[in-house]
């Protein structure tokens, strides 16, 4: 329980450093900002703060380490009788929720990025990311084929949904997000689904 209760600090305090970076990155620009400020900021010595992150840039980059543990968590998580279509509709449905409960860093992330070389390339969709989920969903399947192309397809399908809705989450106050991801998702499936090639697990 101690443990535990250690982790669930560490998250915290994670998450609140990263908030003070972003602050100041949206303030003063990310070249602009030291290790020194975010700690001020954050009200955190520099020992503590590279506890937590070797670098500046692991700041940058925690939002998309957090939203990939996600995907991967859920992925992992998920009952070996549901279909592939079922865990990513579910992985996706959580990444939702963090989207919008954290609306503000990440139309953060979004801003500051467009000032910056740096971050714009760090945020980019990436072709890894897909093959990374790809790689998650076939790990369930013990005979599956890794190349199979409908899994691919699918995950390509379901990551181009997501980034959709995530753009729409971020420019407009949608009424009801979610309803809104499970109809887009909803249609990507479709367009992933209209073949009649198996993916290769039994």
């Known amino acids: 329980m101690i443990t535990g209760l250690r982790e669930r600090k560490r998250e915290q ?9 972003w602050r100041l990155f ?10 020194a400020d975010i700690c001020a900021a954050a009200d955190i010595a520099p020992r503590t703060f ?26 992992a998580a ?3 009788a549901a279909s592939d279509v079922e865990v990513l509709r579910g992985a996706m449905t959580a990444l939702g929720r963090f989207a919008v409960d954290n609306r503000d860093l990440l139309i ?4 500051v990025a467009e000032h910056s070389q ?33 899994r ?6 379901t990551v181009a949904a997501y980034r959709l809705w995530y753009e729409d989450n971020l420019r407009f106050d949608l009424p009801d997000p979610a309803a809104h991801l499970d109809t887009i998702l909803t249609r ?5 689904s209209t073949t009649d090639e198996p993916l290769g697990e039994a």
């Open 13 to 21: 305090n994670r998450a609140s450093t990263v908030k003070a970076a």
């Open 118 to 150: 740096h971050i714009r390339g760090a945020y980019l969709g990436r072709p890894e990311h897909e093959r990374e989920i790809v790689g998650q969903l076939t790990a369930r399947h013990p005979d599956a084929d890794p190349d199979a192309w409908p």
């Open 78 to 80: 998920a009952s070996p």
């Open 188 to 192: 990507a499936f479709t367009v992933s």
């Open 108 to 111: 953060a992330v979004r801003l």
């Open 26 to 35: 949206i303030e003063h620009g990310y070249d602009n900002v030291t290790v």
């Open 152 to 157: 691919r397809l699918l995950v390509a399908c």
């Open 50 to 75: 590279h506890r937590y992150f070797p670098s500046k840039e692991d700041v940058v980059a925690e939002p998309m380490r957090r939203m990939s543990k996600i995907v991967a968590d859920h992925i």
